[in-house]
């Protein structure tokens, strides 16, 4: 089959000879259309009547939507810069362009990448070196020697609706982790309204995730500038506020998302994302009108984590929206096992024991084991957002705190100090 290709290199000195060679040469590829700009490229693209598009760095307007778009409508996408341009190549690499080859290539091998983008094939044929590998020291404590750059873990707070405790478990988890020396960034990702910047007495115009996904969109995002967009709480603890109002959505868009956290890999050893409750995706059936989904952002954060917790309340009524959502969850993300976390567990809403009780609960109706178990505490819960503080810091021997703190050390891998073993113990004794 011949690969027929729309090109967007207008303005590059070597874009007729390119076309013209690219025509000319028996690869397996042919130029139907020479577009002029990304906003005819993508007209083009919606024809139907091409399978990839050889484009520019250079192009004007590009962005991680234009390219979204293209693969949306099933043309692959061939980025070319200039010979040596690394900055550029990553930069198409951040707007999801994967197969990125210097302008001077041979033809023949620009014609491979063409049908090897067209097949599906990953990775691009000309790469160069991984940019993580040459990241400059920035200024945050150094990561373990184990864990390279680049590799930091990913856990996404999610739960059903009827607020669970996801924003709670979310600071608990990340400021803790930094309490046992775990660089930690928190991001709120919640797109029906952060409060992560209030509860943490943040002042809450801070471009934060939203500024962060606008830069990643054009290509513009490393850790230096996520450094810049975040909060420096303390030395190990950063925080990526959400957009504060519900209507700002449209800001957090799936695919830049997905490079934010990319690039907080880079940044921090552990990053928790504070995510919204609502999976459905039906804006997927106008996909083709390139409409923004507004829970494309959480299924993104999903997608990408390396752990979801799920957080439950410990009532009948929050069990039953747990045991649904995670019904959902295996639909709409089959290949995520959530961890189990029950919060706010009490006695009163659920006879008996209620942790046995609620463990064969939930393995009965959701064929899951209950990961960790939190205990309610109004009255530290109270006083950190009375004062706009963690928990650590307002109630530091509350079972709660003690509770979080073990879950974090267990999510971040690392040993929690046997000091803070025994006065747990004494804490659940006492508790
Ligand atoms: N273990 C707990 N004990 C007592 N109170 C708790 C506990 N966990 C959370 N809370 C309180 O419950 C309320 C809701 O918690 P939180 O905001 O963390 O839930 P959420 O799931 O993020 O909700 P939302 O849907 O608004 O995002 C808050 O007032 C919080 O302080
Ligand atoms: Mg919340």
């Known amino acids: 089959m011949v690969v027929q290709v729309f090109t967007a290199v207008t303005g590059a000195p070597w874009e007729s000879a390119l076309v013209g060679a690219l025509d000319r040469s028996d690869h397996g590829v042919t130029v139907v259309r020479r577009c002029v700009d990304v906003s005819e490229l993508l007209a083009a693209a919606a024809t139907g009547t091409g399978q990839a598009a050889l484009l520019s760095a250079e192009l004007r307007r590009l962005d991680g939507d234009a390219v979204a778009r293209l693969t949306a409508a099933g043309v692959a996408v061939v980025g070319l810069v200039e010979p040596g341009d690394d900055r550029a190549t990553e930069r198409l690499r951040q707007l999801g362009v994967l197969h990125v080859l210097p302008a001077d290539a041979e033809t023949e091998v620009i014609a491979q990448a063409l049908r090897e983008a067209v097949a599906g094939a990953s990775g691009a044929l000309h790469d160069v070196a991984d940019p993580r590998?040459?990241?400059?020291?920035?200024?945050?404590?150094?990561?373990?020697?184990?864990?390279?750059?680049?590799?930091?873990?990913?856990?996404?707070?999610?739960?059903?609706?009827?607020?669970?405790?996801?924003?709670?478990?979310?600071?608990?988890?990340?400021?803790?982790?930094?309490?046992?020396g775990v660089s930690s960034l928190l991001v709120d990702?919640?797109?029906?309204?952060?409060?992560?910047?209030?509860?943490?007495?943040?002042?809450?115009?801070?471009?934060?995730?939203?500024?962060?996904?606008?830069?990643?969109?054009?290509?513009?995002?490393?850790?230096?500038?996520?450094?810049?967009?975040?909060?420096?709480?303390?030395?190990?603890?950063?925080?990526?506020?959400?957009?504060?109002?519900?209507?700002?959505?449209?800001?957090?868009?799936?695919?830049?998302?997905?490079?934010?956290?990319?690039?907080?890999?880079?940044?921090?050893?552990?990053?928790?994302?504070?995510?919204?409750?609502?999976?459905?995706?039906?804006?997927?059936?106008?996909?083709?009108?390139?409409?923004?989904?507004?829970?494309?952002?959480?299924?993104?954060?999903?997608?990408a984590a390396d752990t979801v917790l799920c957080v439950s309340g410990a009532d009948p009524v929050a069990l039953q929206r747990s045991v649904r959502a995670l019904d959902d969850l295996r639909e709409v993300l089959p290949g995520v096992e959530p961890v189990l976390v029950v919060n706010q567990l009490r006695r009163g809403p659920v006879p008996g024991d209620p942790r046995r009780e609620i463990a064969a609960a939930m393995e009965r109706f959701s064929g899951r084991e209950v990961a960790f178990f939190l205990p309610s505490d109004r009255r530290a819960t109270d006083a950190a957002l009375a004062a706009g503080r963690t928990l650590a810091e307002v109630a530091p021997g509350c079972a709660l705190r003690a509770e979080l703190r073990t879950m974090a050390a267990s999510l971040a891998e690392v040993p929690e100090p046997a000091s803070d073993r025994r006065g747990l113990r004494k804490i659940r004794r006492a508790g």
């Open 133 to 180: 590998a040459a990241l400059p020291a920035l200024g945050v404590p150094p990561l373990a020697a184990d864990r390279p750059v680049g590799r930091g873990r990913l856990i996404a707070v999610w739960g059903p609706t009827g607020a669970p405790g996801r924003t709670t478990v979310a600071v608990g988890l990340a400021d803790e982790a930094a309490r046992l």
């Open 189 to 303: 990702a919640d797109v029906y309204g952060g409060v992560v910047a209030q509860v943490l007495g943040l002042l809450d115009d801070s471009p934060g995730l939203a500024g962060a996904a606008r830069q990643a969109s054009t290509g513009a995002l490393d850790p230096e500038a996520l450094v810049r967009l975040a909060w420096t709480v303390r030395p190990q603890l950063r925080v990526l506020t959400g957009p504060a109002r519900a209507d700002r959505w449209p800001e957090l868009r799936p695919r830049a998302v997905t490079t934010v956290l990319e690039e907080a890999r880079r940044l921090a050893e552990l990053t928790v994302v504070d995510c919204a409750f609502n999976l459905e995706d039906d804006e997927e059936l106008s996909f083709d009108t390139a409409a923004p989904r507004r829970n494309g952002a959480t299924l993104a954060v999903l997608e």
